[in-house]
């Protein structure tokens, strides 16, 4: 089982995604962006240095949200996703293929990697319950 963390980040009033490369395994799907927790590594440690050293960015892991177990054809992963907040560095594409800003009412219309599917479904149970 690979711990993998994931980060929604969010900025005026959108959230980033990210497209994975056709070279990636889930070639060209969308996900949250992240990735594995090393050894002795915190998950908010984990997922500020994966969002540093593959989009450029600084973030703050805030809230935890329902970790995904998934197993894959070839692996078995435990996505463990975060609310982020933004906190500086210009978004450069060091693996992925493409990146979008996109409002969450806006999630659905996005091919996303499977284990992917189901925290986009509780983020936006979520953001509906603190928009009432």
Known sequence: MMKVTCAILEQDQHVLITQR?????????????????????????ALAREIKEELALEVEPL???????YTYKAFEIELIPYICRYKGGTLHLLEHQAYKWVAA???????????????VAEYLRLRSIASR
Do not use: H
């Open 63 to 69: 809230q935890r949200l329902t970790p995904v177990r």
């Open 105 to 119: 009412e806006a999630l659905l219309q996005f091919d996303w990697c499977p284990a992917d599917k189901p925290i």
């Open 21 to 45: 490369s056709a070279t990636m395994s889930q070639p060209l799907l969308w996900e949250f962006p992240g990735g594995k927790v090393e050894a002795g590594e915190s998950e908010a440690a």
